[in-house]
């Protein structure tokens, strides 16, 4: 919900300049060129749930500052954006983890192939979304933006307990000594 309107509140909203936004999205990339394996070694570490979780309150109190955030010096835009990418990577490689061991290992693909059709059209779904909530205000900026990140929490918190059935109904494998 949040993806189609990040350059336009990033700019408009908080105050960076346009030709400063390549370097917000490079150095955030580079967080998470980093943070995706360490994910995965902390979900195989300390469990996938466990891991989810902590992403999911991370994502949580992250996008309630990002969508909150007024005019904002670049450096404190790169460590909120980058944390909550950390949130956001901490949700992801889990789940996807986790919901891998629902199906048995000769339906995997298809399932996995319907799952990622369904992100799509769940995302698209979002944008459509958003786009009646988000409005242009005076000078460009983005009004009702925190509205999207109170229908984000309500997700997470939704997802959350979702996984946490998912969790309950399959148990992680103990570890191999």
Do not use: C
């Not at 988000?134 to 109170?150: C, S």
């Not at 918190?157 to 996984?163: N, P, Q, V």
């Amino acid at each position: 919900m949040l993806m189609p309107f990040g350059s336009a509140f990033t700019v408009h909203n908080l105050g960076i300049q346009i030709d400063q936004l390549p370097l917000i999205y490079l150095l955030t990339g580079i967080v998470t060129i980093f943070i995706g394996p360490l994910v995965g070694k902390s979900s195989d570490t300390f469990g996938k749930f466990n891991v989810f979780l902590f992403g999911a309150v991370l994502s949580i109190v992250m996008v309630l500052v990002y969508t909150n955030l007024g005019i904002t010096p670049i450096g404190w835009v790169v460590t909120v954006n980058s944390i909550m990418f950390v949130g956001i990577f901490s949700r992801m490689i889990p789940s996807q983890a986790l919901m891998s061991a629902i199906p048995s290992v000769d339906r995997r693909g298809a399932f996995m192939a319907v799952g990622s059709s369904l992100q799509q059209f769940s995302g698209g779904i979002a944008s459509l979304v958003a786009g009646m909530i988000v409005i242009e205000g005076a000078e460009g900026k983005l009004e009702h933006f925190d509205t999207l990140g109170y229908i984000m929490v309500i997700i997470a918190l939704i997802s959350t307990y979702t996984m946490y059935l998912i969790h309950r109904s399959i148990p992680e494998p103990e570890e191999k000594k």
